[in-house]
T-cell receptor, first 113, second 114 residues
Framework: IAGITQAPTSQILAAGRRMTLRCTQD?????MYWYRQDLGLGLRLIHY???????GKGEVPDGYSVSRANTDDFPLTLASAVPSQTSVYFC????????????FGPGTRLTVL | SQQGEEDPQALSIQEGENATMNCSYK?????LQWYRQNSGRGLVHLIL?????REKHSGRLRVTLDTSKKSSSLLITASRAADTASYFC??????????????FGTGTLLAVQP
């Protein structure tokens, strides 16, 4: 693994289903982030984690949850997917704070029907 | 709400020409960063300029920052077809207390015609 990986690459999901998007980094970065990207709205922060064991809410956290059990992994869970959660999801990490350069994964394209 | 807004939303130029994109933001910042996104890919960091810097260069990229006007510009000189991408500015905004967050603008879509 080099950098950040995300899985799956894409997914079609029925509304009401539970889904976990996976994110793993091998750079030993302390901070990790989840964004969603929608046409015309740019990237919006969903949740973040400044260090393992801590998480925080971003700009659009409703309907999403995260956990940070260790440094490398930062999964994003949709407990009960809704069509408005159709989007491209990007995971990112930075060495420490958000003021540092962020490194992005390749994204997960999620469609909720 | 967006902290950074890019202008123009879309830009089409010929190979070899220069491309200039602008970013305006609303609140005081620690630094401003520019990222690039190729179609269907993640964002890639290009350059970071701190609030006490006015200009920064990296290869064919030149970034300026005017904190009095709360604006920044990204200049790509001698553009190439491979520069075709979306370009985003991002600023750090105080969010929910002491923790800083990177807030992205909506981006400029640059098309460089060969």
């Amino acid at each position: 693994i080099a950098g950040i990986t995300q899985a799956p690459t894409s997914q079609i999901l029925a509304a009401g289903r539970r889904m976990t998007l996976r994110c793993t980094q091998d750079m030993r970065h302390n901070a990790m982030y989840w964004y969603r990207q929608d046409l015309g709205l740019g990237l919006r922060l969903i949740h973040y984690s400044n260090t393992a064991g801590t998480t925080g809410k971003g700009e659009v956290p409703d309907g999403y949850s995260v956990s940070r059990a260790n440094t490398d992994d930062f999964p994003l869970t949709l407990a009960s997917a809704v069509p408005s959660q159709t989007s491209v999801y990007f995971c990112a990490s930075s060495r420490d704070r958000a003021t540092d350069t962020q490194y992005f994964g390749p994204g997960t394209r999620l469609t909720v029907l | 709400s967006q902290q950074g807004e890019e202008d123009p939303q879309a830009l089409s130029i010929q190979e070899g020409e220069n491309a200039t994109m602008n970013c305006s933001y609303k609140t005081s910042i620690n630094n401003l960063q520019w990222y690039r996104q190729n179609s269907g890919r993640g964002l890639v960091h290009l350059i970071l300029i701190r609030s006490n810097e006015r200009e920064k260069h990296s290869g064919r990229l030149r970034v300026t920052l005017d904190t009095s006007k709360k604006s920044s510009s990204l200049l790509i000189t001698a553009s190439r077809a491979a520069d075709t991408a979306s370009y985003f500015c991002a600023t750090v905004m105080i969010y929910g207390g002491a923790t800083n967050k990177l807030i992205f603008g909506t981006g400029t879509l640059l098309a460089v015609q060969p």
